[in-house]
């Protein structure tokens, strides 16, 4: 299991060693974002599970966004290893069709509920 945090050390002392550590090699992307996107897309790659739950719904102002780049790393999964994608949204999701369209392409159920999402996974994992 990959964990979005660090164990030994607490986030806040960890993340400005780990992430600011080497310069961004892509033009016109700060250093932290290149290594955070490093560091979860190498973590993405070896997980031999990857749950994904989209609600895509559109909070109120000063919430979180929806997952806006939850659908970048979807499609890139559904492009590299769809076999490994247990993949949850609710019906109602906002503009959810190019993600829907795909994972159906992909062979890919979606699950309708948080818990159903991760009981798939968790199934996934005990297979």
Known sequence: MILPEFRATPFAETAPKV???????VPHMR????????????????ATVVLFWMPFQLA?????LP???TR??????????????VLGMPPGALSSSHIRYHAHQG???????LEDTVAAAVACCSA
């Open 72 to 85: 970048a790393e979807v499609s890139r999964e559904l492009a590299r290893a769809p076999a490994r994608i």
């Open 31 to 46: 250093t932290t974002s290149y290594n955070i996107l490093r560091w979860e897309t190498a973590g993405i790659e070896q």
């Open 67 to 69: 997952g806006f780049t």
């Open 60 to 64: 109120p102002e000063g919430d979180p």
């Open 19 to 25: 992430f600011g550590a080497d310069a961004s090699g």
């Open 107 to 113: 062979g890919v159920p979606i699950h309708d509920t």
